[in-house]
């Protein structure tokens, strides 16, 4: 079974950079699919951040791009989101999922982020 | 303001049926398979239904998707309380070359 399980700080600053990972267990990265990350502010609608694929070839949410990298890590089988320049507008929970054939059949519980100082 | 567009809320009484409609574009919608995704209260959410009209293996049959042009829908039959969920259209769109979703659709079981 497929399992993913996101992780990192639940309080970034404004202005700093946002980092959190994915750890992928039951399946490997490098066996293919893209993997994504997606994001839901506090009682709102879910948002498209971006995906990987495990060659590292990269497509991002074009309102999100400028402040956004997704890099895989395929020897510790997980993949990592850095969000730049973050505001309280960026406060939500954070999913990682698989993204097979332009769906996302497999997602981790999330995490949420609170940007705050 | 979301690129597909759901109704905020829908309701009905149990054992009903209910639909719930997803209107996109031809960059979108038009062109692109249709997944739709359940969200249970504080849990992540799960995928539904996948190219517009496929059930993910252990997805309930009373769950069915369909789609026409630019618009979708998602029908639920036999309305049960533990349907009570956001649902979640999405889809590729080719303009922006990349997953939108709709803004979600809050379903009650009356």
């Known amino acids: 079974q497929v399992q993913l399980q996101e992780s990192g700080p639940g309080l970034v600053k404004p202005s700093e950079t946002l980092s959190l990972t994915c750890a992928v267990s039951g399946y490997s990265i490098s066996s293919g699919y893209y993997w994504g990350w997606i994001r839901q502010p506090p009682g709102k609608g879910l948002e498209w951040i971006g995906s990987?694929?495990?060659?590292?070839?990269?497509y991002y949410n074009p309102s999100l791009k400028s402040r956004v990298t997704i890099s895989v890590d395929t020897s510790k089988n997980q993949f990592s989101l850095k969000l730049s320049s973050v505001t309280a507008a960026d406060t939500a929970v954070y999913y990682c999922?698989?993204?097979?054939?332009?769906?996302?059949?497999?997602w981790g519980q999330g995490t949420l982020v609170t940007v705050s100082s | 303001q979301s690129v597909l567009t759901q109704p905020p809320s829908v309701s009905e009484a149990p054992r009903q049926r209910v639909t719930i409609s997803c209107s996109g574009s031809s960059s979108n919608i038009g062109n692109n398979a249709v997944n739709w995704y359940q969200q249970l209260p504080g849990k992540a959410p799960k995928l539904l239904i996948y190219y517009d009209d496929l059930l993910p293996s252990g997805v309930s049959d009373r769950f069915s998707g369909s789609k026409s042009g630019t618009s979708a829908s998602l029908a639920i039959s036999g309305l049960q309380s533990e349907d009570e969920a956001d649902y979640y259209c999405?889809?590729?769109?080719?303009?922006?070359?990349?997953?939108?979703f709709g803004g979600g659709t809050k379903l009650t079981v009356l």
């Open positions: 999405a889809a590729w769109d080719d303009r922006l070359n990349g997953h939108v």
């Open positions: 990987i694929y495990h060659s590292g070839s990269t």
């Open positions: 999922a698989r993204d097979v054939q332009g769906r996302h059949d497999y």
